[in-house]
């Protein structure tokens, strides 16, 4: 198994390293997505479906983004 590395920025921002763009085929501007269970994330190139359902929650989001919101929880 390989391994590669990236330091997260303080904008919590991370580059995703050559190797892993390479196996994914990813390109500039495509979406990722993270698969969460117990402790452990996998890294996958986004799909289609994903992205509709991202689109589809957006609007039912935008009660937490008034400024006091994004200061209250800027270090989570």
């Keep these: 198994m390989a ?4 330091k997260i920025t303080s904008k919590y921002q ?3 390293p050559e190797p892993v763009r390479k196996v ?3 390109k500039a501007g ?5 698969d969460i269970e117990d402790h ?8 289609p479906l ?7 929650l957006k609007g039912t989001l935008n009660e937490w983004e ?4 994004e200061e209250a929880y800027r270090e989570l």
């Design 3 to 6: 391994t590669a590395t990236s």
């Design 30 to 34: 495509d979406a990722i997505a993270f």
């Design 50 to 56: 994903d992205l509709v359902f991202a689109e589809a």
């Design 14 to 16: 991370a580059t995703i």
């Design 66 to 69: 008034s400024v006091a919101d």
């Design 24 to 26: 994914l085929h990813l």
């Design 40 to 47: 452990q994330i996998l890294l996958r190139k986004a799909r």
